[in-house]
Structures are given as C-alpha cells and as structure tokens.
C-alpha cells in the first residue's frame, strides 16, 4: 500500500502508562508493541510514526533534553528489536496547566490533528492509506481529522456508542490481528494488478 505508515501514540500503547515518565527506569513496553512493530516495518516495509502529547514539559514536571533522551533510548530499543520508529513527534503544550510559554492551545496538542498533518507533509503519505491506534479518544479525534484511513483504540467499547466510528481492540495482539488483516488484503490485491501492468 503505497503512502502508508501506523501511527501509534506513546503512553498507553508503545510503553505502560504511569504518568509523567521521563526516565528509562520509568519506562515498561506494553506486551506485543515489537511483534507489532515488526510486522509493520519488516513485512508490510511502511514507517511507523509516535505523535505523544507531553504536557509534563509544559508544566514543569521534565524538560525537553530528558524527553530527547529518553526518545532516543526508546528508539533505540525498537533497532535492538529489529524494527525502526521513522519519526516522532510531541506536543509540550498544554491550555491551561502550561507555564509560561507553555500554555498554549497548541494545533498539535491531540485531538487536534496537528503532529499527524506535520508526519502526512513530511513523508509524503497518504492519510486514507495510514492507520493509528491509541488508547484514548482523543487519538482517535485527532486521527479522524487528519483523515487517517483506520482508527484503531485500545480499550473496551463504549455502550454509549452505539455505532463506534473506529475499531476497538482489547490489547496489542488483537491489534496486530487487525492489522494482518486489513492490510495484507490491500497488499494481495495490489500485487497481481501490479504485475499485470508490469509484465
């Protein structure tokens, strides 16, 4: 699928989420985040992207040069796994606890959809042809105004939504299951046309 990436949010979907985490020892990867990731970057060859809302910046809780550490160790891991994150993007606003310059409401700031347009510019992608799964509404908010093809949370279905505009999964294994799913079926349809039109 040309055009393509999985955006995933950080806090709650690569790691545990235990609240303002800004130091290696803090930080736990959720079970199944690496066979994920692998199927994506090794099997369907297409970019993962993180796009994390860090309000602890803003309100004074770690600054940006223990983010920045933190990000490459993380990312590092993912190499160390045999996969790769391609980019990653945070928001350190936040509109009413950020000190300083740092109470914003900043366009990039989840459910606004401003880090994924930022990923969609950059890469090139196609937003219809991408994915992201997140933990949480607004993710899905913000992957919906930015056009993101698949909106994927992990949670549990919300009876008040009686027709949910995004797929819900219990854990990062069914999530994967989806993913086969949906994308190897685009990928063996695109195949054979592929090669009809390049004999």
Not at 162 to 180: G, K, N, S, T
Request: proline share 6%; hydrophobic share 40%; charged share 25%.
């Amino acid at each position: 699928m040309p055009n393509s990436a999985l955006f995933l949010d950080r806090d709650g979907v690569v790691n545990v989420d235990r609240g303002y985490i800004h130091r290696s020892e803090q930080f736990e990867f959720v079970p199944g985040i690496f066979d994920l990731a692998r199927f994506w970057t090794n099997e369907l060859r297409r970019p993962i992207v993180v796009v994390t809302n860090q309000s602890g910046i803003g309100r004074g809780y770690f600054d940006e040069r223990a983010y920045a550490d933190l990000t490459r160790w993380m990312c590092d891991r993912f190499e160390a796994e045999g996969t790769a994150i391609a980019r990653v993007y945070h928001c350190p606003y936040h509109p009413q606890d950020g000190i300083g310059e740092y109470r914003c409401d900043h366009p990039w700031r989840k459910p606004k959809p401003g880090m994924l347009s930022q990923a969609v510019s950059d890469l090139g992608l196609d937003p219809a042809h991408c994915a992201i799964l997140g933990d949480k509404i607004s993710d899905i908010e913000a992957g919906a105004a930015a056009g993101i093809g698949l909106l994927v949370r992990i949670g549990s279905r919300d009876a008040k939504m009686a027709e949910p505009l995004h797929d819900v999964v219990a854990d990062l294994r069914e999530a994967l299951a989806l993913f086969r799913f949906h994308f190897r079926s685009h990928f063996a349809t695109a195949v054979p046309d592929q090669r009809r039109r390049h004999p």
